[in-house]
């Protein structure tokens, strides 16, 4: 017997000995990201976030029909094997393969209507605008088989795929099981644990995430190689330094739906002011140092043009004093400086009382009828590479119409480019109905923006730049 036991004992201590080195492997092979506390908190609830931040980790938690790829930000099929669209473009018939939420209940297409259907009374119901709708006011979906999945649209959307990247569009179930490559292991305020999804249905190169929320005090953690990329800024790291030109635009816009700001003329005027073109290579030069025109270099523009727009306006000048601005801009905006010496300018030269304040971006953007402020800046980024991942957020219908905009051109225009017969007549009627937004000077673009990300890309692969700057967990292994 006591022969026996030893022999036991010893097998199971060369099985430990065997099995050692892999958990140690597993456990020291822990991604770790750094991210930018921001001023938003992170919300990670597929059907209400709408920062960054919450989006980037919630791309790695939920998947949906199409993911987007790591190297191109073009959608790709995930959890549908095959598609199909009607010659009208107003069917689309998905069909999915078999997967699983993280707990192992079956991911159906009773899933995705159940989850959208859900999602159209929430704030972001704007993203499924393009989708039919039933007498009774749902989504007109139909799941005619548990693996089938029939969508109906209002009008074309060759750029579906693209828009069913999403989180807010992806397999949701509750917020406590999830349908991406990840879950949520734990959360704090400076820590976000993730582990590999162990029903995922596609490759997972890295089973564990640790995703680390500060600044420049994580700098030499990042430079000892203990933090494998960084999203937020680091002195000292230039080495590692990736920058990548987004599908994206900065722009300031007027968001007011009342009163002097909500003038068109008014908005001319005050815009006709300022020196863009010098305000923009200011913010050109914000790439390669801190420093700024000097404030003699900006001289404002006070024409008879801008003369007769604020007459028409009801505020001739020297008469009638415009009334205050409030201006809105977020912590670490590339505008910041920029806005700071717009606002001075419209004091100096028109005698406004311009009040900046620094706020989350959730103030004045998540919930855009409800923005306090008259004048803000955002980066917006493309969910799509077609021009309606802009236009459309300035139909008067859309329920995320940040400069609560509304004109019946311009919206005819957006109507009869999602009725083309061509893709040339699109494109032609799309650039229209852009020059009307700018004409009406509610929007006022200042640059294409930029992503700057710091990766050890000596330690890891799989981390491309792309135009989105999306970056998959799961694409992400170690060097070794």
């Not at 972001?124 to 693996?147: H, M, W, Y």
Request: glycine share 4%.
């Amino acid at each position: 017997m006591k022969k026996k036991l030893l022999s036991v004992t010893f097998v199971m201590f060369i099985m430990a000995s065997m099995l050692l080195p892999l958990f140690a492997q597993s456990q020291g092979e822990t991604l770790k990201v750094l991210i930018d506390p921001g001023e938003d908190d992170i919300i990670l609830n597929p059907y209400t976030a709408s920062d960054s931040n919450s989006i980037v980790i919630m791309l790695n938690l939920y998947e949906g029909l199409f993911e987007y790829d790591h190297t191109t930000s073009e959608a790709k099929p995930a959890l549908v094997e095959k598609y199909s669209t009607s010659e009208d473009g107003l069917t689309w018939t998905f069909y999915l393969r078999s997967a699983k939420f993280s707990d192992g209940a079956e991911i159906t297409s009773k899933t995705f209507a159940d989850s959208w259907n859900y999602m159209i009374g929430g704030p972001l119901a704007s993203n499924l605008d393009f989708v039919g709708r039933t007498d009774t006011g749902k989504l007109d979906i139909q799941t005619p088989e548990k693996n089938v999945l029939v969508v109906n649209l209002k009008y074309p959307v060759p750029y579906l795929p693209s828009l069913l990247c999403q989180p807010c569009l992806a397999a949701i179930k509750d917020t406590t099981s999830y349908s991406g490559a990840y879950t949520l292991q734990s959360q704090s305020d400076e820590l976000i644990k993730l582990r590999r999804n162990p029903y995922y249905w596609d490759a997972v190169k890295t089973d564990f995430v640790d995703i680390l929320i500060g600044e420049d005090n994580y700098k030499q953690e990042f430079l000892n190689g203990n933090i494998q990329w960084s999203m937020a800024a680091l002195s000292d790291a230039s080495d590692y330094m990736v920058l990548s030109r987004l599908y994206a635009t900065t722009f300031f816009y007027f968001s007011a739906k009342e009163g002097a700001y909500a003038d068109e003329n008014i908005r001319k005027a005050l815009i006709d002011v300022i020196p863009w073109d010098i305000i923009r290579s200011v913010q050109g030069s914000l790439l390669e140092s801190s420093s700024i025109v000097p404030e003699s270099g900006l001289q404002a523009n006070i024409s008879d043009d801008i003369l007769w727009l604020l007459a028409a306006g009801g505020y001739p000048y020297g008469e009638k004093a415009l009334p205050v601005i409030n201006m809105a801009i977020t912590r670490g905006a590339q505008n910041a400086q920029v806005a700071e010496l717009i606002a001075e300018l419209w004091s100096k030269t028109l005698g406004i009382t311009v009040i900046l304040n620094t706020v989350p971006l959730t103030v004045f953007a998540s919930t855009p009828e409800l923005n306090p402020y008259d004048f803000c800046t955002i980066t917006w980024i493309g969910d799509y590479f077609d021009p309606m991942a802009f236009l459309q957020l300035f139909a008067s219908d859309s329920s995320f119409n940040l400069a609560n905009f509304s004109n019946e051109e311009y919206d005819a225009l957006l109507d009869a480019a999602t009725n083309a017969a061509d893709e040339v007549t699109r494109k032609d009627l799309l650039l229209q109905a852009e020059q009307v937004l700018l004409d009406s000077g509610v929007v006022i673009p200042m640059s294409t923006a930029f992503a700057t990300n710091f990766v050890r890309n000596d330690l890891i692969s799989g981390w491309e730049t792309n135009p989105l700057d999306i970056h998959p967990f799961k694409e992400i292994s170690f060097n070794n």
